[in-house]
Each structure stands twice: as structure tokens, then as C-alpha cells.
């Protein structure tokens, strides 16, 4: 089976959709493979539960998408300062994984879009990490030298790539905020590289 990197998020309106789609480019860069992959929404009527296949965009990811990625880039939209509960429940079912260890050493980052500037996107990246920590991955936040970290006016963060989307959804993602998605999957694409490489 080919290596890739799995980039895995839930968005509702789109942008942490276009931060994924953006960070794939850059894995892409580094001549990694990458499956782009997202979860259903919840619904609390169980009779109006998603079909198994989405009517467009992105497939569902499975459990053997997760265990066999060399690497994993995670993104939800911010949620209360929390990550989506869609993507939380989809973490909860990872359990036969943590006890084979099928996650253990690998590089991960994670990335989020928030409605606001000040609305919790550092305590929805940090909240996004113990999972991960807990699969014994290897976490990977962004470069400080990347001069976008330090230029923008928006999204991006030393934990990871992010988006201010604004209260319509209606704000497109800046220059900075592309550059940092970009580059936080070249980061993860050479690291998991290396890695393969031994
Ligand atoms: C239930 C809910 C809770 C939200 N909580 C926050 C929040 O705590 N802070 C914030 O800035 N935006 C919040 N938002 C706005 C989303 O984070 C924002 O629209 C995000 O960009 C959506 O990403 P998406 O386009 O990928 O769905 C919330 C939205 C919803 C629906």
C-alpha cells in the first residue's frame, strides 16, 4: 500500500473544508500522497441519520483510513472554544486503535475557523491535541520562522494553522492564513518523509 497522509475534518459552512483542501496542497508539495477525508454531521434524530456515502465532497473517513495514514492533519471549526462534536465522536470510536497502537509514533497537526478573531481558536487547537497525545502521536505545531505567523492580521497560530471566517461566514481566507495552511503541510509531508525514509 502506497504511504500517504490523511488530512481529517468536519466543517459546516466550508472554511475549514478549504483550510484541508489547502494543507493537502501542501503535502502534495513534498511528493507525499494524501487522502482527504471527513466525517458525517450528528444528528439527534436517529431516523435522520446521514446516509453512509455523502451526497458530495469529501468521503467519510474509516477506521482503516486513520490507522494505516503515516501521518495526520486534523481540522474542525471552532465549537464553544472546543472542536466540533462531529469530529469528537468520530474520535471516540478510535479505541481498537489506541489498544494496537496503530497510531503510535506519527506526526500530527491540527488546524481550526472560527466566527471570530478572539473566539477560542488556541483553546480549540490545544483541546484537539490530548486525543492525539493519548494515540501516542507525535504533534507538530508551525514554523515560527514562516514570516505569515508574525505578519498576519487574522487566523494563524504556533499550535497550528487557522481561519477567521467572520460572523456571516463570509470572510475569505487571507494571504497569511493560506501560507500557514500551506506550510504546515509541507511541514508534516517532510516529517512524515523522513520518517519513511528512516
Ligand atoms: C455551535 C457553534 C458554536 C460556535 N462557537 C464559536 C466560538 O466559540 N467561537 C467562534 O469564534 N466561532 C464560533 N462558531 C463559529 C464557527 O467556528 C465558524 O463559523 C467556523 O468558521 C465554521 O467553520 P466551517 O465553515 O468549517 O463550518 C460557532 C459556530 C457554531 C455553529
Do not use: F, K, V, Y
Given at each position: 500500500m502506497q504511504a500517504y497522509v490523511l488530512v481529517l475534518y468536519y466543517s459546516k459552512y466550508g472554511s475549514t473544508r478549504e483550510m484541508a483542501h489547502l494543507i493537502a496542497n501542501g503535502i502534495e508539495a513534498t511528493g507525499m500522497a494524501v487522502k482527504i477525508r471527513t466525517v458525517p454531521n450528528l444528528s439527534t434524530m436517529v431516523k435522520e441519520a446521514e446516509p453512509?456515502?455523502?451526497?458530495?465532497g469529501d468521503i467519510y473517513c474509516t477506521l482503516d483510513d486513520l490507522a494505516n495514514c503515516s501521518g495526520l492533519a486534523l481540522g474542525s471549526p471552532t465549537r464553544f472554544g472546543n472542536m466540533a462534536s462531529e469530529m469528537k465522536y468520530f474520535l471516540d470510536q478510535t479505541t481498537a486503535l489506541w489498544l494496537n497502537g496503530a497510531l503510535h509514533g506519527k506526526p500530527a497537526c491540527v488546524f481550526t475557523s472560527s466566527g471570530?478573531?478572539?473566539?477560542?481558536q488556541e483553546s480549540t487547537l490545544l483541546t484537539m491535541l490530548p486525543p492525539l497525545f493519548h494515540h501516542g502521536m507525535m504533534i507538530m505545531g508551525l514554523s515560527?520562522?514562516?514570516?505569515a505567523l508574525s505578519n498576519t492580521k487574522t487566523g494563524g497560530t504556533p499550535y497550528g494553522a487557522s481561519h477567521v471566517s467572520g460572523a456571516r461566514h463570509d470572510q475569505t481566507l487571507s494571504q497569511d492564513e493560506r501560507a500557514l495552511c500551506e506550510d504546515q503541510g509541507k511541514r508534516l509531508g517532510e516529517v512524515v518523509k523522513k520518517l519513511i525514509a528512516g
Open positions: 453512509s456515502i455523502p451526497a458530495e471570530s478573531m478572539h473566539g477560542g515560527n520562522a514562516h514570516p
